[in-house]
């Protein structure tokens, strides 16, 4: 049995299935493959596929398996491994809205480089890397080996200092938008809250248009936001008497700060 894990990344990952289902219909594959799709919706006559399975049964299916298959998450890759399986694994790439970044090429990489696993990096040389895995021997996976704790470090290093623009990104082009169109609406001597509504709606309609994965996330978070900031503004403009441009560009720089910290763990 072929046991194939996408893990809990709240993105798609098609591309995958697509090419096992070809591997499949061509008669590469004739074992039964089993897929934990987690958020990839995906239909098909030739696999079974379950969106999640509890971790005991996970663990369950790893065991059984003579093969996993999995993206390259690093908590895949690691409990494949803990199983002593043979293991492909192959990337997302943000290129196809599978990830915010590219990390996990560097992680398949650096797996591969080990010979822990064997890292599939381009899809269409699935059918090579599948014969291959038949008299693939996977090296003995110790998890105190000093490569692998740098690999770790290099991958919390990402995650923490990198990826976070480019989950973020968004919601800084919000602020900086709406500082400006707020800029230049005051010069027309516009009423403060009446100004902020139009920002904010302008906003909204700049999430709707771009057609961000994280949408109904970060609308409400605008709209939270607004609020809060039209709280703040009161206090800072009209009682402590702030000048109101340098009040808003204070208050946008705190929403991203914010908006990052409430998202980090996402």
Same mark, same amino acid.
């Given at each position: ?24 219909? #061509? ?9 934990? /799709? ?41 409990? /494949?491994?803990?199983?002593? %399986? ?8 943000? %290129? ?28 269409? #040389? ?15 996976? %110790? ?31 919000? /602020? ?55 709280? /703040? ?14 009040? #808003? ?18």
């Amino acid at each position: 049995m072929i046991l194939v894990t996408l893990g809990t990344q709240d993105k798609s990952f098609v591309r995958l299935l697509e090419a096992l289902d070809k591997e499949i219909e #061509k008669g590469n594959i004739k074992d039964k493959v089993l897929v934990q /799709a987690g958020y990839t919706k995906y239909k098909s006559k030739n696999m079974e596929i379950f969106k999640s399975v509890s971790s005991d049964r996970l663990e369950e299916l790893m065991e059984e398996a003579s093969l996993i298959i999995t993206h390259g998450g690093v908590g895949s890759i690691l409990t /494949a491994l803990k199983h002593h %399986k043979k293991v492909i694994a192959t990337p997302r790439l943000s %290129k196809y809205n599978e990830h915010t970044n590219d990390h996990q090429k560097q992680i398949v990489e650096e797996f591969g480089k080990m010979g822990y696993i064997l890292p599939l990096k381009d899809l269409t #040389k699935l059918d090579k890397i599948l014969e291959k895995s038949k008299t693939f021997k996977p090296k003995e996976f %110790k998890s105190n080996n000093d490569n692998f704790k740098d690999l770790i470090t290099t991958y919390i290093e990402k995650s923490n200092h990198i990826s976070w623009f480019n989950r973020d990104k968004y919601v800084i082009l919000i /602020a900086f938008l709406n500082l400006i169109i707020f800029y230049l609406l005051n010069l027309t001597d516009i009423n403060i809250y009446l100004n902020l509504t139009i920002c904010y709606i302008l906003s909204c309609l700049f999430m709707y248009f771009i057609k961000s994965k994280r949408i109904t996330n970060i609308i409400t978070s605008i709209v939270c936001f607004y609020l809060i900031e039209g709280l /703040a503004l009161l206090l800072l403009v009209d009682n402590l008497n702030i000048n109101i441009i340098l009040s #808003k560009l204070f208050i946008n720089i705190l929403v991203v700060i914010i908006y990052h910290f409430l998202v980090k763990k996402n």
